[in-house]
């Protein structure tokens, strides 16, 4: 039996929302320098501004484009762009919790911060007795909102996420329903040590992997012009390449062999990192290989090495020190935390000397955890009794027809149908 969404049996792939990361065809022809992208180039969108939107595309770089200018690649995306944006309509009046979070929240916001929301919402009884499974995320087009079922926002606040503790204790939560209330009321029951290392052990570890980003990102051009030279050759091995890089690289190895294994490694993860970003056709060494000799686009400094990650990774380790010492909450930074994090986001501080200052918190982070007054553990008695009690209101609602989104006003369920 396979059961579909009857609302998704027929389909305009020029009228569907395209989230980010969609694969799409471009439906008209651009210039690009001297570079002509004719129609029906593949590219993935990377950027949403309204009705416009950017798309990065192999061997070119990121191009601007209008929505009616776009096709999804696949009809897998154009049914799940359908359904997310179906699902975020019909439950965006279920939001029961709702808060600004992310730099406005921690008095760090410059123009050019967005307006990033998260919160909870809860879904009517009927959604939750059928055959499709409900969801358990409301997501909007851009990225910029994230509201999470009740449930999965309570599990995910027993284990400590940041995410999820930070919309509940940000200054600007807000409640938009008894049920949103009772949550805040409760959400000292989420909080205990873990945070030491769902927040900060988890922030040092990212930075680890940013330092090693940040190796991975120093002999890229080089790579790339290794290839480049070779252009006239019949071909180019990975080895060659892996043994030419062993020999340029400053990390330590055992043995010869094993130096050019780890070139060979970090060759590796610099074709499938290119891939990820949409850069490559395939995540193997031979696309790398045309990418070289065919593009002549400049390459963005990856994702993970960009300031704001770095910034707010040690944003990160200072609140969950401060929150370990003092037992309650701060997000906003101040003072000289303030003025570094912002330093750091503008990019005025060396990736190296982030991590020398993190790696320097980890010891007041330990101290702050052993000295803490916080419980060892959440209180899971209460988180579950909560969610047995937003259960019993919503089914109380929707018995007795209440008014709203959760009674009498409650948005259908999706409906189900054999499909040939």
């Given at each position: ?7 998704l049996?027929?389909l305009?792939p020029l009228a ?6 969609t694969?799409?065809?471009?439906r008209?022809?651009?210039v690009?320098g001297?570079?002509r992208?004719?129609?029906g ?12 939107l950017d798309?990065a595309?192999v ?11 776009l ?10 762009a359908?359904?997310?944006e ?23 916001a ?7 929301r998260?919160g909870?919402?809860?879904l ?5 007795l ?8 409301l ?13 999965k926002a ?9 995410n ?10 807000a409640?938009t329903d ?15 040590t873990?945070?030491?290392g ?6 040092l570890g990212?930075?680890r992997?940013?330092?090693?980003a ?11 012009e290794?290839?480049r ?8 091995s990975l ?5 030419r ?5 400053p ?27 949409g ?9 790398l ?13 990856p994702r993970e090495?960009r300031?704001?990650?770095a ?16 037992g ?8 000289a ?28 982070l ?8 916080l419980?060892?553990?959440p209180?899971v ?18 018995v007795?027809?209440?008014a ?9 369920p ?7």
């Amino acid at each position: 039996m396979d059961l579909r969404l009857r609302h998704l049996a027929h389909l305009d792939p020029l009228a569907v929302a395209l989230p980010h990361g969609t694969e799409v065809i471009t439906r008209v022809e651009r210039v690009a320098g001297e570079r002509r992208v004719p129609q029906g180039t593949v590219g993935r969108v990377v950027k949403i501004a309204g009705d416009q939107l950017d798309v990065a595309i192999v061997g070119v770089g990121t191009l601007r484009y209008e929505r009616r200018e776009l096709s999804p690649r696949r009809v897998g995306q154009v049914l799940w762009a359908q359904r997310r944006e179906t699902v975020w309509t019909a439950l965006l009046p279920c939001v029961v919790l709702d808060a600004q979070v992310g730099s406005h929240a921690w008095g760090l916001a410059d123009e050019s911060s967005d307006d990033d929301r998260r919160g909870v919402f809860a879904l009517p009884l009927a959604w939750t007795l059928g055959l499709v499974a409900p969801p358990e995320d409301l997501v909007r087009e851009d990225g910029s909102a994230t509201y999470w079922a009740a449930g999965k926002a309570i599990r995910q606040a027993l284990r400590a996420d940041p995410n999820t503790l930070e919309m509940l204790f940000v200054a600007g939560a807000a409640a938009t329903d008894p049920i949103g209330t009772w949550i805040l009321e409760e959400r000292q029951a989420f909080v205990s040590t873990e945070i030491h290392g769902s927040f900060g052990r988890y922030a040092l570890g990212q930075l680890r992997r940013l330092e090693q980003a940040q190796r991975l990102a120093e002999h890229r051009g080089a790579v790339l012009e290794w290839l480049r030279e070779g252009a006239e050759e019949s071909a180019v091995s990975l080895d060659e390449v892996a043994t030419r890089l062993a020999r340029l690289s400053p990390r330590a190895a055992p043995s010869e062999a094993d130096a050019v294994h780890q070139a060979k490694q970090y060759v590796k993860q610099l074709y499938r990192s290119l891939f990820d970003q949409g850069l490559l056709a395939g995540a193997d060494f031979a696309s790398l290989v045309r990418f070289a000799r065919e593009s002549s686009a400049e390459l963005e400094l990856p994702r993970e090495l960009r300031p704001k990650n770095a910034y707010n990774l040690v944003r990160l380790i200072a609140t969950a020190t401060r929150w370990l010492r003092e037992g309650e909450p701060s997000f906003v930074a101040t003072g000289a935390l303030r003025e570094r994090l912002l330093a750091i986001k503008r990019g005025e501080v060396r990736l190296d000397d982030v991590i020398v200052e993190a790696e320097a918190m980890a010891a007041e982070l330990e101290a702050a955890r052993a000295e803490s007054r916080l419980p060892e553990r959440p209180d899971v008695a209460r988180a579950d009794a909560l969610l047995r009690r937003i259960g019993e209101e919503l089914a109380r609602r929707s018995v007795t027809r209440e008014a709203g989104a959760f009674g009498a006003d409650a948005p259908p369920p999706p409906e189900v149908v054999w499909s040939d």
